[in-house]
């Protein structure tokens, strides 16, 4: 079926371009030349709303500084030339702000990827709790996984929507066969899926040991279930010991420093040749070590720690290539999740995968074939020198400093769904968002610039821009909800004018005209072509508008699970739910370095504000709105 590229590319794609370089024929091409392009929005429009974002913010004497930096911006022509370099910028490229936010929000951004950057999925508990288990759910997995493959690889997905509008579906094609790769400056992804002989196998990794696990016959078929099974079993029996080097665990460092030990790690040809074996791969499942054992209501927000991080370098951490894009992981006790490198993709394509996948363990195992023998999986073997010891050593230090100062808690909130919002023609998601403001206002007395994901997909190789949930709006519901002067039919008004605020906020940046990406555009245009940076980016409002203190997105799924994230600054929340009908899984995380954060607390303010504005809209007549 892409025989045609296969030809021409011998190649990896290496993503220091945009993922747009990749071509693919057929269907999905004649789909996504249909998508429109990403358009720049209207300079004055984004100047207007910035102003109007920073609002709930910033003082009036703050606002009124940078009113008047924002007015010097548009009538020195500088905000001119920079809006008429975007829209040049817009003309030329497929997406004139794709390649900009790969750059800029991943493969140039620093820290390290664990907790930082890679989102961690939380699937449902399974039904067993031995090694038998473990290894034949881990079998159905890659099984599942393998069957998704088919369908991308046939274009045989079915296209998305999103507000009756077909999506890019581009994300897809970048998730399986690909890694990113540390370099000095700026990472870069490689992909592999699209080369002349495409890989045929996996990566499994057990007791900090890596096997490259072919899951394809000659003939192309995949392997069934059961030979899976026996291949995993061989991979089991013979990396018993557990006192081999964590080597994975180099992943998990700051860029820098990982670049700096890869260099130095791939001089050695044998390793070489065992790293490219790991970013080749399809994907990778790691079969981890048991975990201690915590009371139920621990439970999740555990695992959630055990898919972002590992636990610690005791733990499984050191079983994790952290760089590859997918990696499904197995415990012996029935959990089982995700974690991935989020530069190749957001998170619905992710989550489709596994909802595939979550349906395809459910079946009903087909007759057991006569099995062939399969030769053993091989073993990737690595030459540790003193050096590449020593950088063991410190990045399992670095990586033991960020568990302990990962703050998580996972709960589900049962009170209700998606159903009562929509019971009162309000969107449940902006419901969600609003009574969010209302928990931080309780906890601290302000508001804080709050980001939400939203989705750009609806462009050809679109990301995100951002829902700014803080609005003039949610302030005002806010400072009224327990204010005793008001009545409550006056905050019922006040909630669902928050709640439309923010729809129509959602509504306006699915379509490409919300006002983060564009002022980023500008920023980076600028850096690019001025001599000096325009005052309105050295800006204190600036600065404020972009501490996001808390981060949020919505990631919904048919599987009942729960995605999470860390915070993206010092004293912030990471914020993520699954709205189902009748409940809402989140994960709330902080930083216990920061003292004026606690993930359990917000969690807890934001069950009572879900509760306490139900309780305020059940209990008083329909309103006016
Ligand atoms: N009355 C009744 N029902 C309503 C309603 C109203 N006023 N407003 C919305 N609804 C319904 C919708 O029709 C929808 O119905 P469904 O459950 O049958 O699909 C449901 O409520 C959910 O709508 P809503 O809560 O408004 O959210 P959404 O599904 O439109 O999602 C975003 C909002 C921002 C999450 C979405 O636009 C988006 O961008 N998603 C991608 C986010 C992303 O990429 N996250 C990961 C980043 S890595
Ligand atoms: C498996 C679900 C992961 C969700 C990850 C997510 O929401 O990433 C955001 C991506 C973006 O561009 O908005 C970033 N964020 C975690 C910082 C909100």
Known sequence: MLAFIAKSMAKPVRLVKPVSSVKLPGRYLTHQEGLPHLPVPPLQQTLERYMLALKPLVSQEEWN??????????????????????????????????????????????????VHSSPGVVLPKQDFADRQGQLRFAAKLIEGVLDFKTMIDNE???????????????????????????????????????????PTHITV???????????????????????????????????????????????????????????????????????????????????????????????????????????????????????????????????????????????????????????????????RSPMTLLPMPKKLRFNITPEIKNDIEKAKQNLNIMVHDLDIKVFVFDGFGKDFPKKEQLSPDAFIQVALQL???????????????????????????????????????????????????????????????????????ISGKAIDRHLLGMKLLAIEDLVSMPEIFMDTSYAVAMHFNLSTSQVPAKTDCVMCFGPVVPDGYGVCYNPMESHI?????????????????????????????QQLIQHSPKSKL
């Open 205 to 367: 990794v057990h007791n900090f040991q890596f096997f490259e696990l072919d899951v394809y016959n000659s003939d192309g078929t995949p392997l069934t279930v059961d030979q899976i099974f026996t291949q995993l079993e061989k991979i089991w029996g013979t990396s018993l010991q557990t006192n081999k080097e964590p080597i994975g665990i180099l992943t998990s460092n700051h860029r820098n420093s990982w670049a700096k030990a890869y260099n130095n790690l791939i001089k050695d040809k044998t390793n070489k040749e065992s790293v490219r074996t790991i970013q080749k791969s399809i994907f990778t499942v790691c079969l981890d070590a048991p975990m201690p054992r915590v009371s139920d209501e621990l439970y999740k927000s555990r695992v959630a720690a055990q898919m972002l991080h590992g636990a610690g370098s005791r733990w499984n951490s050191g079983n994790r290539w952290f760089d590859k894009t997918l990696q499904f992981i197995v415990a012996e006790d029935g959990s089982c999740g995700l974690v991935y490198e989020h530069a190749p993709s957001e998170g619905p394509p992710i989550v489709a995968l596994l909802d595939h996948i979550v349906e395809y363990t459910k079946k009903p195992e087909l007759i």
């Open 65 to 114: 500084h940078t009113k008047q930096l924002v007015e010097d911006f548009r009538e020195s022509g500088v905000g001119e030339r920079l809006q008429k370099g975007l829209e040049r910028r817009g003309k030329k490229m497929e997406n004139w702000l794709s390649d900009w936010w790969l750059q800029t929000a991943y493969l140039e951004y620093r820290l390290p990827v664990v």
């Open 156 to 198: 045989a997905l079915p296209v998305e929507y999103l507000g009756g509008k077909p999506l890019c579906m581009n994300q897809y094609y970048q998730i399986l066969s690909s890694c990113r790769v540390p370099g000095a400056k700026r990472d870069s992804v490689v992909n592999y899926s699209q080369v002349k002989k495409p």
């Open 585 to 613: 899984n989140f994960s709330v995380s902080a930083f216990n370095s920061c003292a004026e954060t606690n993930a359990a607390r917000l969690a807890h303010y934001l069950e009572r504000a879900l509760c306490d504005v």
């Open 439 to 509: 928990a931080y206002y309780r906890m601290y007395g302000q508001a804080c610039a709050t980001y939400e994901s939203a989705s750009l997909r609806m462009f050809r190789l679109g990301r995100t821009d951002t829902i700014r949930s803080t609005s003039v709006d949610s302030l005002h519901f806010v400072q009224s909800m327990d204010d005793p002067g008001k009545q409550n039919q006056e905050k019922i008004d006040l909630f669902r004018k928050a709640v439309y605020a923010h729809r129509l906020y959602t509504d306006m940046a």
